[in-house]
């Protein structure tokens, strides 16, 4: 049984850090791609960013780059988002997913899920 689970999440203020953790089991770590998602009240689901199987390549969305990066130690089976400067608009849940096949910022080319952690920035 594949089990992806986030941790980390909470109330902050603007311009505070967080720092986001999801910890796969059940597969076989490396040979995915792994991604962080966020969806806000109202909003669809969208990408924030993404690694490959190694950490060697990642992407970010444009709202986040340069305040976010992301992570992964391969020997813990855990994925990182460092969150630095956050913004009300960053408030939202967050979630950790896994990609056999390629890694990208689309959701739906994603194989499993987290329940996601709630971020939520206050001003």
């Known amino acids: 049984q594949v089990q992806v689970v986030e941790s980390g999440g909470g109330l902050v203020q603007a311009g505070g850090s967080l720092r986001l953790s999801c910890t796969a089991s059940?597969?076989?770590?490396?040979?995915?791609?792994m991604g962080w998602f966020r969806q806000a009240a109202g909003k669809e689901r969208e990408g924030v960013s993404c690694i490959d199987w190694s950490g060697g390549r990642t992407a970010y969305a444009d709202s986040v780059k340069g305040r976010f990066t992301i992570s992964r130690d391969n020997a813990k089976n855990t994925l990182y988002l460092q969150m630095n400067s956050l913004k009300p608009e960053d408030t939202a849940m967050y979630y950790c997913?896994?990609?056999?096949?390629?890694?990208?910022?689309?959701?739906?080319?994603?194989?499993?899920w987290g329940q996601g952690t709630q971020v939520t920035v206050s001003s």
């Open positions: 997913a896994a990609d056999f096949v390629r890694y990208g910022l689309e959701p739906e080319n994603y194989n499993y």
């Open positions: 059940g597969l076989t770590f490396d040979d995915y791609a």
